[in-house]
């Protein structure tokens, strides 16, 4: 994740929100201090809930001090032990009491990820400055977007729960409108990457630049999560990862060779099935009992028949037309 990072400013003030023992933060580190490129000191602010792992984060930062002392470069730090979202949501918020929101160039950030009921502290802290979304994860890095200054650079890994679904259609458009896309890396397995902690959730890491920009071409990356694992790299025009003709911006990752070429087959099914008058129905329509409303071409007023094997997206392109079915 550290070495996603475009060129830093000479002096870097760096935010890991949720930062647990300071990983993030300490890998961010050994990538400057192995290539400096410009960089004479790092303002490290580090929020981090648990009174347990502070210890352990003063010892890395500590650690980080040394390692930076050792390459020429000044390291300060501090660390926060408060909820950073009910912190920075103050801090952003137009208060009578002018406090001012601290603001980064660079954010490291593996957010905590937690649903958040409507009601819960975190979702109304987040609603008074205009964050309306259902999980932590989204919160950490909407916030993390607004303390960044403009061409400041985020890397985040999170769940990829936000890339679609209606859930988060708010969070996706606020990121869009926000950030610049650069660089999504993306796992095979759902498992290998937190598998020492047990979370089997599908991931994704990010680089994003603050700005209203998007890039014409992006970088997709992808590997098995498995430490050492190879890593393939492609580039992508933006326009294919978010269609510009869609309300929802749906950020699609290619991952896989079949993937590109079925996507292209749907952008041209541009219609909704209600726009064709057409409803599904799931369990009632069974063949066997329907012989005499099937075709075996299609007709006016025939739709497709699907059985579960044509949710292989590819083959379900294929057969849309072969086999179908009188209203
Ligand atoms: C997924 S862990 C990531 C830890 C670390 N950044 C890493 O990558 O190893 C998220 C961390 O956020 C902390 N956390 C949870 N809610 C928080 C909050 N509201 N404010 C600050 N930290 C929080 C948790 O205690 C946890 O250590």
């Not at 079949?258 to 749907?266: D, F, Q, R, Y």
């Not at 329509?285 to 007709?299: E, G, N, S, Y």
């Amino acid at each position: 994740m550290a070495s996603l990072f475009g060129p830093l400013p000479h002096v870097v003030r760096l935010l890991d929100a949720g930062a647990g023992a300071g990983a993030l933060t300490a890998a961010f580190v050994t990538h400057v201090c192995g290539k400096p490129n410009g960089v004479l000191s790092i303002e490290a602010t580090l929020h981090e809930l648990d009174p347990l792992i502070q210890d352990a984060l003063l010892e890395t930062m500590r650690d980080c001090q040394r390692r930076c002392a050792k390459a020429g470069i000044q390291f300060s730090f501090n660390i926060r032990q408060s909820d950073f979202i009910q912190e920075m949501s103050a801090s952003l918020e137009d208060n009578w009491f002018g406090t001012k929101a601290p603001v980064f160039d660079a954010a490291i950030v593996n957010p905590p990820y937690r649903k958040i009921g409507m009601e819960s502290p975190e979702r109304r802290s987040l609603r008074q400055i205009g964050i309306e979304t259902s999980n932590l994860y989204a919160g950490f890095i909407a916030l993390t977007q607004r303390l960044l200054v403009p061409g400041g650079q985020l890397v985040a890994i999170t769940p990829r729960s936000f890339c679609n679904g209606p859930y988060f259609n708010h969070f996706r458009e606020n990121l869009l409108a926000n950030l610049e896309l650069h660089r999504l890396h993306v796992f095979e397995s759902r498992g290998a990457a937190f598998r020492e902690d047990s979370v089997l959730q599908e991931n994704i890491i990010f680089h994003a630049v603050k700005g209203r920009n998007q890039p014409r071409d992006l970088v997709i990356s992808s590997s098995s999560g498995e430490q050492g694992g190879k890593v393939a790299e492609d580039t992508i025009p933006f326009a294919e990862i978010v269609n510009e003709n869609d309300p929802e911006k749906f950020i699609h990752i290619p991952s896989g060779a079949g993937h590109a070429s079925a996507k292209k087959a749907m952008d041209k099914l541009n219609t909704t099935l209600a726009s064709l008058g057409v409803t599904v129905s799931t369990g009632r329509v069974v063949d066997f009992r329907l012989k005499d409303a099937l075709r075996m071409k299609p007709q006016a007023g025939t739709v497709p028949l699907l059985y579960p094997c044509h949710f292989n997206l590819i083959s379900a392109i294929e057969m849309v037309g072969k086999v179908s079915l009188s209203e």
